[in-house]
């Protein structure tokens, strides 16, 4: 088996091979056009669009889709603050009242 350690390259016959490589891979890939990838992007987005359910031939339906999750998420939003209000609100009613009580008792005004 040969020992690949004793390869010295100089700077200069690094960059030529490097180089070669490059021009070598250039010429034998083929190059996409703009056209080749508007094609294979506009293909990927309708796949991507249908398998999460949407007609991509349908722009505005979609759109309203959209409009009417951002509706529900709002409102969801809107029943979540109003509902931890609601729970502050009975919680530091109850705290008043236990207070209240315990005042009355101290004060023996409850036997």
Do not use: C
Request: proline residues 4%.
């Amino acid at each position: 088996m040969p020992d690949n350690t004793d390869v010295h390259l100089s700077q200069d016959e690094l960059k030529v091979l490097i180089r070669d490589a490059i021009r070598a891979y250039d010429q034998s890939s083929p190059r996409l056009t703009r056209d080749d990838i508007e094609s294979v992007v506009q293909d990927t987005v309708a796949q991507m669009m249908t398998g999460m359910g949407l007609d991509h031939n349908n722009p505005l339906e979609i759109q309203q889709d959209f409009a009417r999750l951002r509706e529900w998420r709002l409102a969801a939003e809107k029943i979540k603050t109003k509902s931890m209000m609601v729970i502050l609100g009975i919680v530091i009613a109850g705290g008043a009242a236990a207070l209240w009580v315990g005042f009355k008792i101290m004060v023996g005004k409850i036997p």
